[in-house]
């Protein structure tokens, strides 16, 4: 097996060994989603044609907002604990981290969202088990998780990072924001015609993809 | 190796070798030169830059001026190359505290393509006196432990070249002894080594020079053979204006 995809395989290991023991970023970003539906939920009486036009809406920002939450902690807990210094000594191409990290994201917001969406299918009565949804918030997903990696890397040297992620991220995400709510909402109300809102979405995760990739090493060594 | 082959003798050369943090110099034209399996420790006051030269020689920190070269390449064509043929120990051991000291060796040696890394790791902690704890989440450790630990994963894929910046802390007299049988290569293969440190007898003991670092710069270099403690000590309070 080619050296960069066994390290990318040992990094994302890695990643998933220590959250599976340190439970600090998959619990903030369950809980956090968990919270926002619930209150979404009590909050606003949707009901009808009203909760198929909003409820994209909704579960997108509750996705993007548990995002920000969960990501920030990534690089911050590396950063912190000194371990970042001893990733980059490591002779590891700087695309290779970014792709390994990336993984490790998408892996915990994927997680973060097998519980979200069911949740969101129950409370609000929309129908987001079915495959299109699916594949349209893994393609948003991706979308947020390629733009956390390489934002909560360049934060996580800032003083400031806990700010500075949201508004890195908000701005840049909203392609992907736009993107995912229209395409959801089409897949929900079965509308046909109009722009192709997936494959903008797809579009914009490799042209988000390809400029991370690039990028990352300054983003990472600060 | 390419072009590593004309300078093949030596491990670390380091040209006219510069860092500024802002308008503060902290290395000013540091030339150093070191053989394969050849040892030179560092001294030098708090702030006199030493640290810096841990990081920039580790291509964790890259110069503002001046060229490194280790095993032949260049720190700032092929830093992965550099990257691969050294071992770092510094202030922060770079372990994961929610792994075992077995799952971090495992973990290091995976990311520098390392084989046959479980006997590996099995041996450098038992060369290392963790072996019964190998199993134990690094969290859980001492200070002095997880310092046993992290030279454990300097180690761990073998490099030619040893950087460490104050090794000694949080190592009790047993395993300074046993520090020291890993620097010398009485218990692994020898290779060229850099250390900082304060303690004079230590660096007179364990390398084949002593350089004195003042102001950011290599003020002093000596062979230890040929010095004493006392030649040392004048040496160093001249340069450093500081007391050991």
Redesign the interface.
Known sequence: MN?AV??V???V??DL??EM??RDLLNVMLTFAVLSLIIFNLALDLRGPTVQEVGPGLLWLTIAFAAILGMGRTFVREHD???L?????????RGTLFVAKLLANLIFLLIMEAVALPMFALLFNLPVLRPSVILITVCGTLGFAILGTTFSAMAAHSRAREALLPLLLLPTTVPILIGAVQATSNAINGAEGGPPWLGLLIAFDVIFFTVSYLLFAFAVEG | MGDSDSVASLAVEALGLAKNYGPQVALDQVELSLGENERLAVLGPNGSGKTTLISVLSTAMRPSAGSLRIMGYDSTDAPNDVRRHIGVVAHRTYLYEELSARENLIFYGRLFGTSDLAVRADMLLDLVDIYARRHDQVGSLSRGMQQRVALARALVHDPAVLLLDEPDTGLDQEHLDLLASLVTGSKIPPRAVILTTHNLERALDLCHRVAVLAQGRLAYQADSASLDRTALLDAYRRLAGAAL
């Open positions: 050296l066994r390290q395989l040992a990094v290991h890695k060994m220590v023991r340190a604990r000194g371990t210094a001893g990733l980059l000594l490591a002779p590891i191409d």
